[in-house]
């Protein structure tokens, strides 16, 4: 069974540590495993495999936008996180979902990875939205980012429009994706862009990849979509995915029936966490 909380806004300093407190309890068998849906305040994060250089914006602007920069310990490059984004930490033991070739009792770290992208490429069908993986890359991308004959970029309405041509390298990113997974319990996870300001993205070369432009359900769309909808649709899918069941909970408190104490601690701590049996993924 998964156990699904919705927070609402939280600020990353608070959600990483409380992804840590949660890791413990995960790790001694205190809590079965949950998955964390929220927003966060703009924020920039750098993963294990972070370049600097892929921050674009000068601290005057990121200061101007109120986007505050953290490091953290999974996989990866560059992000961004802010309202209007569904954000997902799951909190999974792998050791009690088996492989899907039955030759292993764990899942595996890439095929953990591929089942959440197959959670995201769902979700955005549900919301009729063409998504699919890109060879060689790690995340969801939409496939119906298209441009026209003049030249003018816009979602693909009718496939078979023949003033319509599709152009590979003009699928946008809709969905990143950074896990970290220790003793075989995982945190981190993915940001799915629902009705994101995009233009933060220009702060940053998202996930390290150049001349790769990013989207969102609203923009696919053309129009805003609750946040709650896309999160009931994330949460079926993880079921679906996981072939597991699905349980709401209104709170922290109610996985140990008693409040869940977050410690504070230095962000950048995290970088000092690793441990021989950690893995990260981006």
């Known amino acids: 069974m998964i156990s699904v909380v919705q927070l609402g806004t939280l600020d990353y300093a608070t959600g990483l540590r ?159 994706l950074g896990v970290h997974i220790s003793r075989s319990v995982t945190s981190h996870g993915f940001a799915l862009n629902v009705n994101t300001d995009l233009s933060f993205f220009d702060l940053i070369v998202p996930c390290g990849i150049a001349n790769r432009p990013v989207t969102s359900i609203e923009k696919e769309l053309g129009h805003t979509v609750p946040l709650q909808d896309v999160a009931h649709s994330v949460a079926r899918n993880f079921g679906n995915v996981f072939r597991s069941q699905i349980l709401w909970l209104d709170s922290l408190e109610a996985l140990l029936d008693e409040k869940i104490d977050v410690p504070a601690r230095a962000p950048e701590e995290l970088r000092r966490l690793h441990k021989e049996d950690d893995t990260y993924w981006a």
Do not use: M
Not at 83 to 88: A, D, N, S, T, Y
Not at 109 to 132: K, M, N
């Open 18 to 176: 409380l992804q840590q407190k949660l890791v413990d309890l995960r790790k001694n068998g205190q809590i079965g495993d949950v998955l964390l849906l929220l927003e966060h305040p703009p924020v920039i994060t750098l993963g294990r495999n972070a370049k600097t250089a892929n921050v674009i914006a000068s601290e005057d602007l990121l200061a101007q936008r109120g986007v505050e920069i953290f490091d953290c310990d999974r996989g990866g490059d560059v992000t961004f996180h802010g309202p209007g984004q569904l954000v997902g930490y799951p909190i999974f033991d792998l050791r009690g979902f088996p492989a899907e070739n039955g030759r292993r009792k764990t899942l595996g770290v890439i095929e953990y990875v591929r089942r959440l992208e197959e959670v995201l490429i769902r979700t955005c069908a549900d919301f009729r939205i063409p998504a699919e993986r890109v060879p060689g890359l790690t995340g969801v991308w939409s496939s119906s980012q298209t441009t026209n004959v003049g030249g003018a970029t816009g979602v693909l309405a009718r496939p078979d429009q023949a003033h319509i041509v599709c152009n590979d390298e003009k699928r946008a990113k809709i969905a990143a």
